[in-house]
């Protein structure tokens, strides 16, 4: 294992990197007020024939804040062509949860020369955008999170977006961590994200996954992106929520195991 800071012209991020060099490589970005750990299962069930790259991306862990006027997606899109260059990957699947899906999505069509592959855990198609009204809800969101007492906002936030209590109990420390103010502005971008979305679906292979509980309103929108979009295969991560591939680690490894070896062979 490789732990590693990255300092480009936007700011200073943290990644780590398992696995043979001359691998596949596959990168994870994790969502909101989570950090690398999010994916530890993964690490451990594909860096024997993976090269897996974890990262914190910007505000989270280990990395730093960037400047609150740069678009927060289209930042970290940038910092993952930068991890593929330090280490040399010409290609890579990139992998993403709920935030971590819109920055995925960005960089595969910012890069498409770069990603071999898509996957998306409990995220939702940027084609076609939502309408800009909903970024009238915006600075409601923001006050909010701002009004809502410290001791109990990481519990709830937790609370309902996993089953399993060991998963709970990782997003409700490191959302306390991160703190309201990382979690208000990237909800925030996570709607302006969604206003801005893409001009077209990404012509990539994706694999798109939801645990059985995730809420409905995510349900339906990777439902419409796998009927819309014929590059997509859509999986439901049995005993699962929000965070299936920590709720479920050993289902959600092994649909993304068939579904890499479907793409490297």
């Keep these: 294992m490789s732990k590693v ?16 060099e001359n691998a596949p490589a596959i990168i994870f970005s994790h969502g909101v007020n989570m950090n690398h750990e999010t994916f530890r299962a993964q690490v451990e069930d594909l860096k024997e024939n993976y090269r897996v790259i974890i990262w914190d991306m910007p505000y989270h862990g280990k990395s730093e804040p960037i400047d609150n006027r740069l678009s927060f997606a289209e930042s970290a899109a940038d910092f993952i062509r930068d991890i593929l260059n330090h280490l040399g990957v010409e290609k890579a699947v990139l992998a993403g949860l709920s935030l971590g ?19 998306h855990i409990g995220g939702g198609p940027l084609h076609p955008p939502i309408s800009p009204i909903i970024k009238l809800a915006n600075p409601l969101i923001g006050l909010f999170i701002k009004l809502y007492p410290s001791r109990s906002i990481f519990k709830a936030f937790a609370s309902h977006r996993t089953l399993k ?17 990382v979690m208000a502005h990237l909800t925030q971008e996570m709607l302006r994200e969604m206003t801005r979305g893409l001009p077209e679906h990404t012509s990539e292979p994706k694999l798109l996954c939801h645990g059985d509980h995730e809420t409905s309103f995510v349900q339906k929108q990777m439902k419409r992106w796998h009927n819309e979009d014929p590059t997509t295969r859509l999986e439901v991560i049995n005993d699962a929520h929000h965070i299936a591939n920590q709720d479920n680690p050993e289902g959600t490894n092994n649909v993304i195991r068939d579904f890499l070896g479907n793409i490297w062979d």
């Design 5 to 20: 800071y990255l300092k480009n012209r936007i700011g200073k991020i943290y990644y780590e990197v398992f696995g043979p």
């Design 165 to 181: 209590e060991e998963t709970q109990s990782y997003m409700e420390r490191v959302a306390a961590e991160n703190g309201k103010k």
């Design 101 to 119: 899906s819109y920055v995925t999505q960005i960089a595969a069509h910012k890069y498409p020369e770069r990603t071999q592959a898509t996957i």
